[in-house]
């Protein structure tokens, strides 16, 4: 695809998500309730619905303020979206500070994807032919702070009612270029000695200058974030490297966020994303970065995680009704890397029932663990004491499945 149809696909849906984002904006002045729905000529009025106004809320001084609208996006008529920044051809990326009425899932769309793109990571659609990556952050929570990157920049529930957000947004928004950037690219065979077995996506080259800047990305299973610092000096030694050839030595600074979707803020002389696995991945993701010549900035080795950690992951409303396989939204996120001795903390989110059965629908229940029915409101959980992959499926709705992945 090339950048006048990007740009040009951008626009359009662009007008798209400005048009709802006014029609919430002025839904929100004076009371915060969005306009009632106009009557069907084929309905009386007494049989309109109104909708349901969003909870009052006291507006922070200084703060702008959005009410929610419906989400315009396929698969997503039963949730509420407000549209910060609406879609560009550029790469916005800063800081979001919000507060809002009830907790938000945080979420920024890179973009359009040209065709054969949609390969496995999260996708947003408003009409089934324009696509974006989805990075889909949920706090669980009303407030906080988010580093982000992308083409588009909104906050949102899976629940059919308005919410209210209060939000100071502190964002640049750059033209395409060697370090400010959207794409789609498919892993390789990872060239370093000691990791032939691994994949790995080179988002910024090796470079003499030292990249600073925020990557949100979406990707097709969970993936570690890497950058390297150097080539470093002879008697330095890092406690971790990596090198092509055995001579050019980086200093190598690796983290495992254990997810498929996220924002990571990051400085060295490149970047990538990286599996421990040897099949191709595919990562959609928007980076802005800046340079400083001459200098090798090394950063601080990251920290192990302390002891054994829960991780959780929601079966979101509307899973009921087939359509989330289509976004890999039955289990959110649908899959997930942890280590032995965690425990994954299953939250039945909808109000329909389900179960958290390991195996596949297609071979049936393995016998590993199984939830029984799962009503709306109930959490199950799992600790896992030994290494391996993990597949799970709902026994009711077998479209929804999943996936752990323990180190």
């Known amino acids: 695809m090339t950048s006048t149809d990007k740009a040009a696909i951008g626009w359009t849906i662009g007008i798209v998500f400005v048009f709802v984002g006014i029609v919430a904006a002025i839904s929100s002045i004076d009371s915060g309730a ?11 009025d007494e049989a ?13 001084t200084g703060w702008e303020r ?10 997503h008529e039963s949730h509420h979206l407000a549209i910060i920044l609406p879609p560009s051809d ?40 324009t696509k974006f990556a989805l990075t889909f952050v949920d706090p669980m929570k009303s407030k906080g702070e988010w580093q982000f990157a992308g083409n588009a920049l909104a906050v949102h529930t899976m629940n059919p009612t308005p919410f209210i957000v209060d939000f100071q947004v502190d964002y640049e928004e750059k033209s395409m270029s060697e370090t400010v950037m959207t794409g789609t690219t498919s892993s390789v ?5 000691g990791h032939e077995s691994h994949q790995l996506a080179i988002l910024l080259a090796p470079s003499s ?17 890497v950058s390297l610092d150097g080539p470093i000096g002879d008697g330095e030694q890092p406690a971790m490297t990596w090198t092509p050839d055995g001579d050019t030595i980086f200093a190598l600074t690796f983290v495992d966020p254990d997810n498929a979707m996220g924002s990571w803020e990051f400085s060295g002389n490149a970047l990538a994303v990286h599996t421990m696995f040897p099949i191709e ?30 991780v959780t992951v929601t079966l979101p409303a509307g899973t009921s009704v087939p359509g989330c396989e289509e976004t890999n939204e039955c289990f959110i996120p649908e899959s997930i890397t942890i280590n032995a001795g965690d425990t994954v903390s299953w939250d039945n989110i909808d109000t329909a029932a389900h179960t958290v059965t390991s195996g596949t629908a297609a071979d049936g229940p393995d016998g590993t663990f199984d939830s029984s029915l799962l009503m709306g409101g109930a959490t199950f959980e799992v600790t896992f004491d ?17 996936n752990v992945q323990v180190n």
């Open 34 to 44: 969005p306009a009632p729905s106009a009557p069907s000529m084929d309905e009386p």
């Open 48 to 60: 309109v619905m109104v909708p349901e106004a969003a909870p009052e809320k006291t507006q922070k």
């Open 66 to 75: 959005l009410t929610s609208s419906v989400d315009p996006g396929i698969g």
């Open 90 to 129: 550029k790469v916005y990326s800063g800081t979001l500070n919000y507060d809002a009425t009830e907790p938000i899932q945080l979420v920024s769309l890179h973009g359009p994807l040209a065709a054969g793109e949609d390969n496995g990571q999260a996708i947003w659609t408003p009409d089934g032919e």
């Open 189 to 193: 065979l990872d060239p370093g000695i």
């Open 209 to 225: 200058d030292v990249y600073s800047g925020i990557l949100s990305y979406s990707a097709s299973e969970p993936i570690q974030l």
């Open 281 to 310: 991945f595919t990562v959609s993701y928007s980076v802005s970065a800046t340079t400083t010549p001459g200098k090798t900035m090394m950063m601080a080795e990251p920290s192990a995680p302390a002891g054994p950690q829960t």
């Open 386 to 402: 030994e290494s391996g992959s993990n597949d799970y499926f709902c026994m009711v709705h077998p479209w929804m499945v999943g």
